[in-house]
């Protein structure tokens, strides 16, 4: 049985940092692109950033980039995103999930279309 479980989450100040985690079971992570969501009250849940499986290809939404930083640790069977330079509208619920994906895909499948997510972990930022 596959289980992603995101945490780290928790409220900070503007220009704070936060690291999320995402620890997985049931699935061999190599085999896996991971990405991070998340998803503001009463909005849908959008793409943040993704790593594919080698841990060299990452991609990040235009809101993020250069603020965030996925990476993983394929032997820990953990992905991480680490959050600086926070701003009230980067406030949600964050999601992890998992698509098996290897080999070299166009950024655009790494922003849908993924098989395993996380429960959320809750990251607020005050002004």
């Known amino acids: 049985q596959v289980q992603l479980v995101d945490s780290g989450g928790g409220l900070v100040q503007a220009g704070g940092s936060l690291k999320l985690s995402c620890a997985a079971s049931?699935?061999?992570?190599?085999?896996?692109?991971m990405g991070w969501f998340r998803q503001a009250p009463g909005k849908e849940r959008d793409f943040v950033a993704a790593?594919?499986?080698?841990?060299?290809?990452?991609y990040y939404s235009d809101s993020v980039k250069g603020r965030f930083t996925i990476s993983r640790d394929n032997a820990k069977n953990t992905v991480y995103l680490q959050m600086n330079s926070l701003k009230p509208e980067d406030t949600a619920v964050y999601y992890c999930?998992?698509?098996?994906?290897?080999?070299?895909?166009?950024?655009?499948?790494?922003?849908?279309?993924?098989?395993?997510w996380g429960q959320g972990t809750q990251v607020t930022v005050s002004s």
């Open positions: 790593v594919a499986w080698n841990g060299i290809n990452t």
């Open positions: 049931g699935l061999t992570l190599s085999a896996y692109a």
């Open positions: 999930a998992a698509k098996r994906l290897t080999g070299y895909y166009p950024a655009r499948y790494y922003y849908t279309a993924y098989d395993y």
